[in-house]
């Protein structure tokens, strides 16, 4: 274990003097390769080049793409009518609203800070406007929004699947009902709390107001249906259903809704690729980072070690859940999946642990590192909306933090949950 010792130590000691994970990646392995290894530089230098030359990559910027048109064009505000109208006269009825709208928009968007935004955005100012504590709002919006990266598209599943060997298509599917019973945890604590403390409730909707309102949104839910059905029917790859839903955005936005005008897309594609170049920076790291685990055979030496404290399965998915959410201390979730699935997922399947259940796995543990501090994203994107500071949001969203975790426990040592559907729909 002494390389692995001198591999980790040279990253930690990198992170600790405040150089962004992405570039501590790149030069721990320099670092490495110059006085450990006799690795030819060029190996590296190639290996910057063919490690992101993969099919798969491309459906991140398309994601982001999809995402970003999504934000600006009515999809979002159209969704919370049609939430709205359905639940609005429960008891917390517009945060209920504000839950089921974040659902909505992660099943077409793939992206946890675009949920917040895009549903906090308007959803926060509502709330506040109607009596609900501000607290309140931020902390539902907080954690809702992390269901962005679980339901159908997400980019960490698409990182996951390229770190190792699995099926976007089946990752994509098995995060369906994992999705839709956070959801309906997150919606319970919300309904008891709203009751417990007697916050507004709206005036129930009609028939006809809930059918005009779902009428208005079922060009932006549509988009599930031609990723799902495209996908499973094999008319398209997870990749080109990317692609397919970007464009798709792009014409629902611009000559639908026409909430966004024609001269605003080049703005949208600006920032676009700002983030995917991001994203793309970090991979091509941790790419380097990969090749020098595996020409070193540090993953299986970690397998063989951890396989040697004789855990077992339970033992094993909960030492996983236990350092994930510790390295989400310090981590963001891109970079903690390119780090760690390569050194964990092999003793996983020596285990017998399926690989799609793990990545839901592992995708749960990112979405509760997104909703506490110090890295948490969500926290920051709603500390922009709410003007509150972070530790007031901090306290906020702990209610939806616990739930969360007991929903973490459930993904973990429930994996018919996540494979269900994968499995009836043939896709593993």
Same mark, same amino acid.
């Given at each position: 274990?002494?390389? =692995?010792? *001198?591999?980790?130590?040279? @990253?930690?000691? $990198? &992170? %600790?003097?405040? #150089? +962004?994970?992405? /570039? ?115 902390? =539902?919006? *907080?954690?809702?929004?992390? @269901?962005?990266? $679980? &339901? %159908?598209?997400? #980019? +960490?599943?698409? /990182? ?127 790419? %380097? ?140």
């Amino acid at each position: 274990m002494g390389k =692995v010792g *001198i591999v980790f130590a040279l @990253l930690i000691a $990198l &992170m %600790l003097t405040g #150089i +962004p994970v992405s /570039i501590a990646l790149g030069l721990t392995v320099l670092m490495f390769m110059y006085l450990l290894t006799q690795v030819p530089i060029e190996a590296v230098a190639l290996k910057l080049f063919t490690g992101i030359e993969k099919f798969e990559i491309m459906a991140i910027p398309f994601f982001i793409l999809a995402g970003n048109f999504l934000t600006h064009g009515g999809v979002a505000k159209r969704m919370i009518n049609f939430a709205t109208s359905m639940v609005g006269h429960w008891h917390g009825g517009l945060a209920l609203a504000g839950i089921i709208s974040c659902a909505m928009f992660a099943l077409v968007c793939g992206s946890s800070v675009a949920t917040v935004v895009a549903i906090g955005s308007i959803i926060l100012p509502a709330m506040v406007k109607q009596g609900y504590p501000k607290q309140f709002g931020a902390g =539902v919006i *907080i954690t809702a929004g992390s @269901l962005g990266i $679980l &339901m %159908l598209p997400s #980019i +960490p599943k698409v /990182i996951y699947a390229i770190s190792t060997n699995t099926s976007i298509g089946a990752l994509f599917v098995a995060g369906l009902f994992p999705g839709m019973l956070l959801t309906a945890m997150l919606c319970a604590t919300t309904w008891f709390l709203a009751k417990k403390n007697g916050y507004p409730r709206m005036k129930k909707a009609t028939w006809g107001e809930r059918w005009k309102a779902f009428r208005e949104s079922i060009w932006g839910l549509l988009l599930v249906v031609i990723i799902i059905g495209g996908i499973y029917s094999g008319i398209f790859t997870a990749t080109e259903a990317a692609a397919m839903s970007a464009v798709y955005a792009f014409l629902i936005s611009v000559f639908v809704y026409k909430d966004m005008k024609i001269a605003n897309t080049p703005k949208v594609l600006v920032n676009s690729a700002a983030l995917s170049a991001m994203l793309l920076y970090i991979i091509t790291n941790a790419v %380097l980072f990969s090749f020098l685990m595996a020409h070193e055979n540090i993953p299986q030496q970690m397998a063989d070690w951890i396989l040697g404290k004789e855990l077992g399965r339970a033992g094993f998915l909960f030492f996983t859940n236990i350092l994930l959410l510790l390295a989400g201390n310090v981590m963001e979730p891109s970079s903690i999946i390119l780090v760690m699935a390569p050194i964990l997922h092999p003793a996983a399947i020596r285990l017998g642990i399926d690989s799609v259940h793990f990545g839901i796995l592992i995708d749960a543990n990112m979405e509760v590192g997104l909703c506490h501090p110090p890295v948490g994203l969500n926290l920051y994107v709603a500390s922009g909306i709410s003007k509150m500071s972070i530790t007031e949001l901090t306290v906020a969203v702990m209610p939806w933090l616990c739930t969360m975790l007991v929903f973490l426990v459930i993904v973990t040592y429930w994996p018919g949950l996540s494979l269900w559907l994968p499995r009836a729909m043939g896709m593993m």
